[in-house]
């Protein structure tokens, strides 16, 4: 594996609180981890260390070949970082914040101009370029940032929460984007509280809680880790719902009489689908609705953590 970030036995503590207690964690190049965990599992203090913002206690950190700690100016050469709170000049306009930016990496101006039209027109930017950054909504400046960490082309980008706070349209913009980088070759590692955008994005997920990783793989793996699939059938009104739960003779997970649901432990084969048909067919019971589920990354994390995820709290 050719790896573009390598995390070993990574520790680190704030006044003798340890939040990172011995990390280890390979990121291939030319894919995207997704870091994820409940706030204040250590995410932003994982992605500062990466970023040489702040030192570990303990480990080694080699990103793109160089340690972390030894040769910080040459891993800060082959990075882009996006923080959780942007970091835009607000007095200047989106224009000139990219160009001011690209002057700071050592492009002459015009290649400055030049790639601020580019990644402008590339976010969507176009019309907004003009105006002071101030006046952005949210998601405007949001991907003003990942423009601004994209200036330089780094081979590895770190992302701290990308689409927190975005719409549902700016969100799947941001992902198209992420896509298109990683299609290209960057290597990206990302943190989010979002399951689904983890599942969407990702090509491995490291599942961070209490200061270890708890679990890593792609999404399949770690659904496999929960259970198989979840056969939900609905019983038509006026048909014996016990009945029904009785004929299927065990297998029910759960059943649900006000919702008049049953779930059923299944591989999602069709034959055993058809089993559990036929079988309401023989009692005379009506199905009035059928739907197969895997299971989702938020069954995994309340079952790798017993954490609910805080999504609906991280507001911006
Ligand atoms: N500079 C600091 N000084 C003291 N404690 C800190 C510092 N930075 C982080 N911490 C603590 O370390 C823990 C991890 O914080 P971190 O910001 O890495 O979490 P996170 O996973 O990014 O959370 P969130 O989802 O809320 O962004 C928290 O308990 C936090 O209070
Ligand atoms: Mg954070």
Do not use: C
């Not at 029910?252 to 036929?278: F, N, P, Q, W, Y």
Request: aromatic share 4%; proline share 3%; hydrophobic share 40%.
């Amino acid at each position: 594996m050719d790896k573009a970030i390598e995390i070993k036995n990574l520790t680190k503590s704030f006044k003798n609180v340890p939040v990172l207690k011995g990390i280890n964690l390979d990121v291939e190049r030319g894919t995207i981890l997704a870091l994820l965990g409940p706030n204040g599992a250590g995410k932003t203090t994982t992605v500062r260390i990466l970023s040489t913002l702040i030192q570990p206690d303990g480990g080694e950190v080699f990103i793109n070949g160089y340690n972390a700690v030894k040769n910080p100016n040459s891993v800060r050469a082959s990075i882009g970082l996006t923080g959780q709170y942007a970091a835009v000049d607000e007095y200047l306009s989106g224009y000139e914040n990219l160009v001011m930016l690209g002057r700071l990496y050592h492009l002459n101006y015009a290649d400055a101009k030049k790639r601020a039209t580019e990644l402008l027109e590339q976010f969507d930017l176009v019309e907004a370029g003009g105006r002071i950054a101030k006046t952005y909504s949210g998601g405007m400046r949001r991907r003003l940032d990942l423009a601004l960490s994209l200036i330089a082309t780094p081979p590895i980008l770190f992302l701290d929460e990308p689409t927190t706070g975005l719409d549902p349209r700016s969100r799947l913009a941001m992902w198209a984007i992420i896509e298109q980088l990683v299609q290209a070759k960057t290597t990206v590692l990302l943190t989010t509280q979002y399951l689904e955008e983890a599942d969407k994005l990702a090509n491995s997920i490291a599942v961070l809680h209490n200061g270890t990783i708890i679990a890593q793989g792609t999404a399949n793996e770690l659904k496999d880790k929960v259970g198989k699939e979840r056969l939900e059938i609905t019983i038509a009104e006026g048909h014996n719902f016990k009945q029904a739960v009785s004929a299927i003779n065990g297998q029910a997970i759960s059943s649900d009489e006000k919702k008049r649901l049953i779930s059923i432990a299944t591989s999602g084969a069709v034959s055993e689908i058809k089993r559990v048909i036929s079988l309401m067919e023989n009692h005379n019971i009506e199905i009035e609705a059928l739907s197969l589920h895997k299971p989702t990354l938020d069954d995994v994390f309340l079952n790798l953590t017993g954490h609910k995820t805080t999504k609906e709290s991280e507001e911006e």
